[in-house]
């Protein structure tokens, strides 16, 4: 099946406690993302990635970081995080960058953080 | 910058009565007008692109409209397991790759 794979679905932590989220794809898709959704803000990007090795900011990148070591992979890193990082994360992918590809973006179910 | 709103917030329906979800934006050089549908507990399921004014596409009960200003997601005799949040975001020239999501509007359909 394909789909996006986040780990954990939920995740409770302490401030400064550094901490990763991992998320895999299985459709061997060149672009990945990573959003955060807030109540009353909606979805907003955080980091993208365009292929192996390619990274760029979204648009709510302070606090956290990123690698794309590998096609599949592309893991949520909070350094430090901090009771303003409790929130609840989405990776997504594409085939197409634009999300314009008849299949849209593929989501992930999400991982929900509290940091204490 | 873009901006994209949605109303109304919350809409309950009954089993069979149509109504009609708006989604009003602003953008830089629209690339594609996107919906999502969201189930409470899991990520946003794609629906629809639409990439230009006047373009229209349906799948099943659900029928997504473009004008220059806005888009309406049609819901047409709906019925309880359409009950969820749906998402409309833009892309829009200025945007890099980041879709610009509404806050949603989260529609209840009763038996």
């Known amino acids: 099946e394909a789909q996006v794979t986040q780990n954990p679905r939920y995740l409770i932590t302490v401030t400064g406690k550094k901490l990763t989220v991992t998320c895999s794809q299985n459709m061997n898709h060149e672009y990945m993302s990573w959003y955060r959704q807030d109540p009353g803000l909606g979805l907003r990007q955080i980091y993208y990635s365009m292929n192996v090795e390619v990274t760029d900011k979204g648009d709510v990148p302070e606090g956290y970081k990123v690698s794309r070591k590998e096609k599949r992979n592309f893991p949520l890193i909070l350094e430090s995080p901090s009771p303003n990082q409790t929130s609840l994360y989405f990776c997504a992918s594409s085939v197409d960058p634009s999300g314009s590809h008849l299949r849209g973006y593929t989501f992930g179910s999400g991982t929900r953080l509290t940091v204490v | 910058e873009d901006q994209v709103t949605q109303s109304p917030e919350a809409l309950r329906l009954q089993e069979g009565e149509s109504s009609s979800l708006n989604c009003s934006y602003t953008?830089?050089?629209?690339?594609?007008l996107f919906w999502y549908r969201q189930d409470p507990g899991k990520g946003p399921e794609f629906l629809f692109t639409l990439y230009s004014a006047g373009e229209e596409k349906e799948k099943e009960r659900l029928k997504a409209t473009l004008t220059k200003k806005e888009s309406f997601l049609h819901i047409t005799a709906p019925k309880p397991e359409d009950s969820a949040t749906y998402l409309c975001?833009?892309?829009?020239?200025?945007?890099?790759?980041?879709?610009?999501f509404g806050k949603g509007t989260s529609l209840l359909v009763t038996p």
């Open positions: 953008v830089s050089g629209l690339r594609g």
């Open positions: 975001a833009v892309l829009g020239s200025n945007s890099g790759y980041a879709l610009n």
